[in-house]
């Protein structure tokens, strides 16, 4: 059974940090790409990051809206998958989830507001 558990969510003020993290099982990790996604309160589930698996382990890829903000990364010895969140703003408040692009799993929310 694919499981896929977000944490790390909370409330944060503009211009904070948080990070999350994502612990996986029940599918070899390091052979599948990993992303976050996100839904924002009445939006569609938006792109936020992904970091390569298998042969192309190591690269990445950000969505414009949080590049030199947002960093993910991933331990294929402990299967986790983080997204180390920057400069956060309040158009960041969404519950984010990690998906390996057929399953996704229980969100973490995050809210950004003074």
């Known amino acids: 059974e694919v499981q896929l558990q977000a944490s790390g969510g909370g409330w944060v003020q503009p211009g904070g940090s948080l990070r999350l993290s994502c612990a996986a099982s029940?599918?070899?990790?390091?052979?599948?790409?990993m992303s976050w996604v996100r839904q924002a309160p009445g939006k569609e589930i938006e792109w936020v990051s992904t970091?390569?698996?298998?042969?192309?382990?190591?690269?990445?890829a950000y969505a414009d809206s949080v590049t030199g903000r947002f960093t993910i990364s991933r331990d294929n010895t402990k299967n986790t998958l983080d997204l180390q969140m920057n400069n956060l703003k309040s158009e960041d408040t969404a519950v984010y989830y990690c998906t390996n692009g057929e399953y996704r799993g229980q969100g973490t929310l995050v809210t950004v507001s003074s």
């Open positions: 029940g599918f070899m990790f390091s052979e599948w790409g």
């Open positions: 970091a390569y698996g298998g042969e192309s382990t190591g690269g990445t």
